[in-house]
C-alpha cells in the first residue's frame, strides 16, 4: 500500500528535489532545519496524502515559497542554475519517493534519523537503482529505532505520567505496559482496544505510540 497514487509519484519527486535544492542551494538554507520547516508548514502533511495542488500543482520554487510564508519566514526570490543532478536535487527526489514507498510521515522519517544530512552522506548512491537507496534507508531506521525507547514510552514521559498511572488510568495491565516499553512484545500486534484505550489517556492518536514496521 502506498502513500498514494503512483500516477503523482513522477511530479512529486520532481517538485520535492526543486524544492530542496532552491531552499539549500538558492536561500542557503541548513538541510535539516529547512525539512523541519517543511514539517511544521503543513504542507508535508498534505504531500503525504497525494494532495494534488502540492505534489503536482507547484514547483519546487513555489513550494519552497509555500514552505516559508507558512511558517512565518521571509521568502525573497533569488536566481538559481537550474542544477537537476547535485545533491541537494538528489537528496528530495529520493526523499519524496522514500516516503511513497514507505507510507511514512515525513515527521516519522524525521523522528527515526532519516534527515536530508544523513541522505547526502549517501549520494554517492545516485547512480544506483533507487531501491538501493531504499535498503539504506531502512537500515538507518531500524538501527536508530533498536537505540532509541519506544513511542509509548517518549510520550508517557512527556505527560509526566508513570507506568502506574498510566495502567490504572487505561485499564491496560502494568505488566502489558512493561513488555510493550521493553520491546518484548510487539505494540503493533496489541488488540485495537488495547492501543486506543493508551492513546486516549495520553491524548494522542493511536498511531504516535505505534512502531514503524519498516520491511
Not at 516559508?68 to 547535485?86: A, I, P, Q
Request: hydrophobic share 40%; with cysteine.
Amino acid at each position: 500500500m502506498r502513500a498514494y497514487s503512483q500516477f503523482y509519484l513522477d511530479d512529486s519527486m520532481r517538485n520535492l528535489a526543486g524544492m530542496f535544492d532552491y531552499a539549500v542551494r538558492g536561500l542557503n538554507y541548513v538541510p535539516d532545519e529547512f525539512f523541519s520547516l517543511f514539517i511544521d508548514s503543513g504542507i508535508a502533511s498534505l504531500y503525504e496524502h497525494g494532495n494534488p495542488k502540492y505534489v503536482s500543482g507547484f514547483s519546487g520554487i513555489e513550494l519552497c515559497q509555500n514552505v516559508l510564508e507558512k511558517t512565518g519566514r521571509d521568502f525573497t526570490f533569488v536566481e538559481t542554475d537550474n542544477s537537476f543532478d547535485g545533491p541537494e536535487y538528489w537528496c528530495g527526489w529520493v526523499l519524496s519517493y522514500y516516503q511513497w514507498y514507505s507510507s511514512f510521515r515525513f515527521k516519522d522519517l524525521q523522528e527515526y534519523g532519516l534527515l536530508p544530512s544523513e541522505i547526502l552522506k549517501r549520494y554517492i548512491l545516485h547512480e544506483a537503482d533507487i531501491l538501493k537507496f531504499v535498503e539504506v534507508a531502512n537500515l538507518i531506521i531500524k538501527r536508530n529505532q533498536k537505540n532509541r525507547p519506544t513511542r509509548l514510552q517518549i510520550i508517557r514521559k512527556e505527560r509526566s505520567m508513570t507506568q502506574k498511572e498510566l495502567s490504572d488510568l487505561s485499564g491496560v495491565s502494568l505488566r502489558m505496559i512493561q513488555l510493550y516499553e521493553q520491546r518484548q512484545n510487539d505494540i503493533n500486534k496489541a488488540a485495537g482496544a488495547v492501543i486506543n484505550k493508551l492513546a486516549w489517556v495520553l491524548n494522542c492518536n493511536f498511531y504516535d505510540i505505534m512502531e514503524l514496521e519498516v520491511e
